[in-house]
């Protein structure tokens, strides 16, 4: 696709329910970010993938978050047991290979997820 | 570790006047530094970035950011705003050798009133 492409847009999920966060980078990128956008807390960094090497989970905020990337393209965010407080905007971003100097990273438009 | 601090969250500024949107940095290596822009109920889109050479960058809908070492600041400069400039506006970090995992600011809505 054109762009990074983030499904679904917005999701409401009952308190102690999983739900998955997709997230279509664009075609041969081979760097995928996870960033939480929270009332009051601004970006924060989740989860990085860069090609084949583990993921950087540094930033994942319990066991409850965890996220895969199949075949170095399409990532799935998991969070388990919802929690009121898991309720943010779930943005992903990708970008090509990266090297020297840093290249951009292409934002999709968010799932806005609330917990109920 | 690197952090980002916007000193204003909220700025208000009449139409066509010039507005200035502070940010500071504090890292222990060298960065690249971002500001993106996010308009209602859309994603990030960067504005422009610093990675290395003249101070002062460019980037796109007349804004311009300068790079200052010694006071670790990439304040964000138009010397004429636009309604459609009203927006949330996020500086960014992330260090010259990580890829592009950024850190980001708190951000600064960008109120512009006719």
């Known amino acids: 696709g054109a762009g990074v492409s983030q499904s679904p847009s917005n999701k409401v999920t009952e308190k102690g329910k999983d739900v998955e966060l997709r997230c279509d980078p664009i075609?041969?990128?081979?760097?995928l970010y996870w960033y939480r956008q929270s009332l009051g807390q601004g970006l924060e960094f989740l989860i990085y993938f860069q090609g084949n090497s583990a993921p950087d989970k540094s930033g994942l905020p319990s066991d409850r978050f965890s996220a895969e990337r199949t075949g170095g393209s399409v990532s799935t965010l998991t969070i388990q047991r919802t929690q009121q407080e898991d309720s943010a905007v779930y943005l992903c971003a990708s970008s090509p290979q990266t090297g020297l100097p840093s290249t951009e990273a292409f934002f999709g438009q968010g799932t806005r997820l609330t917990v109920v | 570790a690197q952090s980002v601090t916007q000193l204003d969250s909220q700025v208000p500024v009449f139409e066509e006047a010039p507005v200035e949107l502070r940010c500071n940095y504090s890292s222990s290596v060298s960065v690249y530094l971002f500001w993106y822009v996010q308009y209602p109920n859309q994603g990030l889109q960067l504005l422009l970035k610093y990675l290395s050479g003249s101070t002062l960058v460019k980037g796109i809908n007349g804004f311009e950011a300068e790079f200052n070492k010694s006071q670790t600041s990439f304040h964000l400069r138009k010397p004429s705003v636009h309604i459609s400039d009203t927006a949330e506006y996020f500086c960014?970090?992330?260090?010259?050798?990580?890829?592009?995992?950024?850190?980001f600011g708190g951000g600064t809505r960008l109120m512009v009133k006719p």
């Open positions: 960014a970090v992330s260090p010259n050798n990580a890829g592009n995992m950024l850190t």
């Open positions: 075609s041969g990128h081979t760097a």
